[in-house]
């Protein structure tokens, strides 16, 4: 019997394929990550859709999503350091 893979597996495959295909990074390994979407309905209502991962595929603790998030919007406020 074959399991189907879950969104957050291949998300997780996804971004970790992708960072160990970076020439800058020697050999790194995902930890955990967030990651936030939105979408809207045909009636025009919006709505933002938040997944958490460890490297197993597994839901972020709340307080560790946070704690992702909070560092996040802190990097988007700092302007890049060649300013």
């Known amino acids: 019997m074959m399991n189907k893979q879950s969104t957050r597996d291949k998300l997780v495959q996804l971004v970790q394929r992708e960072v160990l295909d970076d020439p800058e990074l020697e050999r790194p390994i995902l930890t955990g990550m967030v990651m936030v979407a939105e979408f809207v309905d045909t009636n025009g209502e919006r709505m933002l859709f938040k997944l958490s991962s ?8 709340h307080w560790t999503t946070l704690g992702f998030l909070h560092s996040a919007m802190g990097m988007v406020a700092e302007p890049p350091d060649e300013y």
């Open 54 to 61: 460890n490297r197993d595929g597994e839901a972020l603790p």
